[in-house]
């Protein structure tokens, strides 16, 4: 359960500093955070630290449904490389 509530509203950004949440036995510390939507997907993502280190955690709601990806802090930069890429090779296969 999270310390604060979150309201998914369009084009909204929440900042939850120091903000603890309790999942399944841990404590996660969210450093950061941003809120973003698209079409009908809302996107949480947030930076956190819990006893096992820091890490990038993107949560997608839509139609109900929650999924989300994390990735470690030590994989941030390759994974942020590997999106770049992907955008870059499709932009370049789209029909001008």
Not at 5 to 24: N, P, R
Not at 31 to 59: D, M, P, Y
């Amino acid at each position: 359960m999270m310390d604060t509530a979150l309201v998914f509203c369009h084009s909204t950004s929440l900042h939850f500093l120091g903000t603890s949440t309790h999942i399944q036995g841990s404590m996660d510390h969210i450093i950061a955070s941003k809120e973003i939507q698209v079409e009908r997907k809302h996107l949480l993502i947030e930076f956190r630290e819990n006893e096992r280190g820091r890490f990038l955690r993107i949560t997608e709601t839509a139609h109900g449904r929650r999924n989300a990806i994390i990735v470690p802090s030590t994989g941030i930069d390759v994974f942020a490389n590997g999106v770049a890429e992907v955008l870059t090779l499709a932009n370049k296969a789209l029909p001008v």
